[in-house]
C-alpha cells in the first residue's frame, strides 16, 4: 500500500521559515492533486494547499503569500515552503491526495515560539 512519510518540521521563531518534506512510495505523476494538511491542537485537519498536475497550485487565504507547494516528480516528493511563519501556523502537518485517497502518514510537527 501507498506510504506517505513527511519531514522537516521543528521548533522556530516567528517569521522563521521551514521546508517540509513529504516523500512517496508511488509515482506522483500519476495523482492530480496532492497537498498539504495540518491539524492545531483542538481543531479539525485542514487543507492549506494543493499541487495540481501542471505546475498550477491553490492556497488557503491564511497562508497565501507565505507558503509555497511545489512538487519533484523524479524524487516521488512533494515540499511545502513555509516562510514568515506564525505562532498561528504550529500544527502537525500531513500530506494527501485531495479528496483524501490514502492513509495518513505520522506527519511533521510544525512548532512556532518565541
Known amino acids: 500500500q501507498v506510504q506517505l512519510v513527511e519531514s522537516g518540521g521543528g521548533l522556530v521563531q516567528p517569521g522563521g521559515s521551514l521546508r517540509l518534506s513529504c516523500a512517496a512510495s508511488v509515482a506522483i505523476f500519476t495523482i492530480n492533486r496532492l497537498g498539504w494538511y495540518r491539524q492545531a491542537p483542538g481543531k479539525e485537519r485542514e487543507l492549506v494547499a494543493v499541487?495540481?498536475?501542471?505546475?498550477?497550485?491553490n492556497y488557503a487565504d491564511s497562508v497565501k503569500g507565505r507558503f509555497t507547494i511545489s512538487r519533484d516528480n523524479l524524487k516521488n516528493t512533494l515540499y511545502l515552503q513555509m516562510n514568515s511563519l506564525k505562532p498561528e501556523d504550529t500544527a502537525v502537518y500531513y500530506c494527501?491526495?485531495?479528496?483524501?485517497?490514502?492513509?495518513w502518514g505520522q506527519g511533521t510537527q510544525v512548532t512556532v515560539s518565541s
Open positions: 499541487s495540481l498536475s501542471g505546475a498550477v497550485a
Open positions: 494527501n491526495t485531495d479528496p483524501i485517497k490514502l492513509r
